[in-house]
């Protein structure tokens, strides 16, 4: 049976390739947001939030705080798709290694379920910070959305893999990183 497994903490070229990733996500996104806002989007307000009312410091706890939610929100979101795609899958939390993750050990999902799983925080906070950009004209959401876009950058590399491998129809998601089979593998 051909199969792919992935230990994202101890798999040296996976994490540079996770490096590049986010440093070339987050400049592309902000380079093509500030692009995007010179050109369509009038901004007002401070790029740094609350730096009036609460001075430099307030205003990065703020950015940090914000930035925080969003992560939570962003593993959240992963939870929330493992539980659509399997009602019965344990669903956990944690952060290792400077990573917040989701988990739902052990859990067989079809390649497609496993490619929404891990694609619509990105998605979802993407859309939902671009329409406030929009909305809300605020220089601050580039920084966010860049940031975010960074964040995801382990979400890439999978997505990454699992196009790579097309003939791997099943993923199981594992407390490390996932594993790409052939044929379905029962839960573990």
């Not at 860049?146 to 964040?151: K, M, Q, R």
């Amino acid at each position: 049976m051909d199969k792919l497994e992935l230990n994202i903490f101890e798999n040296k070229s996976a994490l540079k390739s996770i490096s590049w990733i986010q440093i070339l996500a987050m400049i592309g996104t902000f380079i093509l947001l500030y692009l995007l806002e010179g050109l369509v989007i009038k901004p007002t307000g401070s790029a740094l939030v609350g730096r009036e009312q609460f001075g430099i410091a307030g205003a990065v706890f703020f950015i940090i705080a914000l930035f925080l939610i969003i992560i939570i929100v962003h593993e959240a979101i992963h939870g929330l798709f493992f539980k659509i795609f399997n009602p019965s899958g344990k669903v956990k939390f944690g952060f290792k290694a400077g990573m917040a993750y989701a988990t739902s050990p052990g859990t067989a999902y079809t390649r497609g379920q496993f490619f929404i799983i891990i694609v619509m925080p990105f998605v979802i906070l993407t859309a939902v910070m671009m329409t406030m950009m929009f909305l809300l004209p605020n220089p601050a959401y580039k920084y966010y959305i860049a940031l975010h876009t960074g964040a995801c950058a382990g979400d890439f590399y999978y997505l990454y893999l699992i196009l790579k491998h097309k003939h791997l129809s099943y993923a199981v998601d594992t407390e490390v990183g996932m594993s790409l089979y052939e044929t379905e593998k029962q839960t573990i």
